[in-house]
């Protein structure tokens, strides 16, 4: 009798686990994409995760919020790495993608990327 009344509370009880096990590889997946570039907009990521934009902008905002990510989301909505690069003549974050080419807010080359 103790065996059926414990059983569908167990069984609640591991979906749920499951669950939260599935949101934090999410997030930490989240957050090693975000990190690797440095500086990423809505837009990007939702590319690369196959979501809708405004998810992935929510998915980001949640990651910051408990400490997966260590950044900000600037005023045009982007991710901006804590460590992102910085355009020396300008000093606005760069994506790591970018490179050694030209910095995409001045048009200087920028000495940036990884």
Same mark, same amino acid.
């Given at each position: 009798?103790?065996?059926?009344?414990?059983?569908?509370?167990?069984?609640?009880?591991?979906?749920?686990? &499951? %669950? +939260? $096990?599935?949101?934090?590889?999410?997030? /930490?997946?989240?957050?090693?994409? *975000?990190?690797? =570039? @440095?500086?990423?907009?809505?837009?990007?990521?939702? &590319? %690369? +995760? $196959?979501?809708?934009?405004?998810?992935? /902008?929510?998915?980001?905002?949640? *990651?910051?919020? =408990? @400490?997966?990510?260590?950044?900000?989301?600037?005023?045009?909505?982007?991710?901006?790495?804590?460590?992102?690069?910085?355009?020396?003549?300008?000093?606005?974050?760069?994506?790591?993608?970018?490179?050694?080419?030209?910095?995409?807010?001045?048009?200087?080359?920028?000495?940036?990327?990884?």
């Amino acid at each position: 009798m103790c065996a059926l009344v414990f059983f569908i509370p167990g069984l609640l009880f591991l979906r749920h686990w &499951q %669950r +939260l $096990g599935s949101r934090d590889l999410a997030l /930490a997946h989240v957050a090693g994409l *975000a990190e690797a =570039e @440095g500086v990423v907009d809505a837009k990007t990521l939702a &590319q %690369r +995760l $196959g979501v809708p934009e405004a998810d992935a /902008a929510k998915i980001v905002r949640i *990651a910051i919020r =408990e @400490g997966r990510l260590r950044g900000e989301m600037d005023a045009s909505g982007r991710f901006v790495a804590a460590n992102a690069p910085r355009c020396a003549a300008c000093g606005k974050p760069v994506p790591r993608s970018v490179g050694p080419g030209a910095c995409p807010a001045c048009g200087k080359p920028a000495a940036g990327g990884a």
